[in-house]
């Protein structure tokens, strides 16, 4: 195990709605990147959050917006859901080169 | 655009047998490479991982060879088991200190015959 814990596990929402997905970092990680992984694919990353600020981004639309608490925590939040946005989203917590894996959140958008 | 990519999607081997899994990719600045496990529901797991200075490490059963002039990049896996059935991901970091920003490949199938 790797201590990155997320939450739901599972969740389907309706196309045009908003959802926000959490994540515990690994004890004393005080980065967190957020991946989108469609079936079939590797994870793309979508953004990572360094000391509670943004610290890069992928190739995501706005609509993909982040937050990391003082604890390193974190928080994914996608508004106006669309069907292409159906995937399973891992979390990943790191204190340097080494990114470990939560079990991620499979979102279903109908 | 940059990618990683790994040459077969499926790879099917004979419990025992070693395993050998290839990635090549093109970001020739690239500073640090992961080997990720991921099992059905399941997150990545980390393996190995090798910065761009060595050409080989090594771990329990498992060893990553790095081939910089041709930008290509391999996991042998010893005596392999059937618990090392899952998807294999070969990933890169840009740049050593860019903090896991990672560029992951398509995956490649193990599949282990008893």
């Known amino acids: 195990e790797t201590g990155v814990t997320q939450s739901p596990t599972h969740l389907i929402k309706t196309r045009g709605q908003q959802v926000t997905l959490r994540c515990s970092s690994q004890?004393?990680?005080?980065?967190v990147s957020w991946y989108q992984q469609a079936l079939g694919q590797g994870p793309q990353f979508i953004f990572q959050?360094?000391?509670?600020?943004?610290?890069g981004r992928g190739n995501f639309p706005p609509r993909f917006s982040g937050l990391q608490f003082p604890n390193y925590s974190s928080e994914l939040n996608v508004n106006a859901l669309e069907l292409d946005d159906s995937a399973l989203y891992l979390c990943?917590?790191?204190?340097?080169?080494?990114?470990?894996f939560g079990q991620g959140t499979r979102l279903t958008v109908v | 655009g940059e990618s990683v990519g790994l040459h077969l999607p499926t790879l099917s081997v004979q419990e025992g047998d070693n395993s050998i899994i290839n990635c090549a990719y093109s970001?020739?600045?690239?500073?640090?490479f992961i080997w990720y496990k991921q099992e059905s529901g399941k997150g990545p797991q980390f393996i190995i991982d090798?910065?761009?200075?060595?050409d080989k490490r090594q771990g329990q059963r498992v060893t990553v060879l790095l081939n910089k002039t041709v930008k290509h990049l391999s996991l042998q896996i010893a005596a392999t088991q059937p618990g090392d059935s899952a998807v294999y991901f070969c990933?890169?970091?840009?740049?050593?200190?860019?903090?896991?920003?990672?560029?992951f490949g398509k995956g490649i199938t193990l599949s282990v015959r008893p």
């Open positions: 004890s004393g990680h005080n980065t």
């Open positions: 970001n020739s600045a690239s500073d640090y």
């Open positions: 090798i910065r761009s200075n060595m």
């Open positions: 959050y360094y000391r509670e600020e943004e610290n």
């Open positions: 990943a917590s790191s204190l340097g080169q080494s990114a470990f």
């Open positions: 990933a890169e970091n840009p740049a050593w200190g860019a903090n896991s920003k990672l560029t």
